[in-house]
């Protein structure tokens, strides 16, 4: 499985960025998926998860009204939306997909690294 993440870059605060994912060597319409960040000295953290059908999203906290996840099945990709960026939402940002099929949501947002097919991500710089 390949993740392929493209859409990062250097933002203003206040500005908006689209993250996307692209997906090949499985079935994608079948696996959530989700992004992660992870910022300079921090661990990796869980951002939001679209549920394998497209049909439910789930979101940390920290960007929930500012951050929008969707999928296209038919185009084996996962699109994150981040509006009213923050210089705290700097970090790089990471593509993964679940091992197992069909999971609900709250799997992928508390699962194990190993559990989970990772991209190499890409980097957000917000200034403020």
């Known amino acids: 499985v390949q993740l392929q993440a493209s859409g990062g870059g250097l933002v203003q605060a206040g500005g908006s960025l689209r993250l996307s994912c692209v997906a090949s060597g499985h079935t994608f319409r079948r696996y959530t998926t989700a992004w992660f960040r992870q910022a300079p000295g921090k661990e990796r953290e869980f951002v939001a998860a679209?549920?394998?059908?497209?049909?439910?999203?789930y979101y940390a906290d920290s960007v929930k009204g500012r951050f929008s996840i969707s999928r296209d099945n038919a185009e084996n990709t996962v699109y994150l939306q981040m509006n009213s960026l923050k210089p705290e939402d700097t970090a790089v940002y990471y593509c993964?997909?679940?091992?197992?099929?069909?999971?609900?949501?709250?799997?992928?947002?508390?699962?194990?690294?190993?559990?989970?097919?990772w991209g190499l991500g890409t980097l957000v710089t917000v200034s403020s």
């Open positions: 679209v549920l394998w059908s497209g049909t439910d999203t």
């Open positions: 993964a997909s679940d091992r197992y099929t069909q999971r609900p949501l709250l799997d992928i947002a508390s699962a194990q690294a190993s559990d989970l097919h």
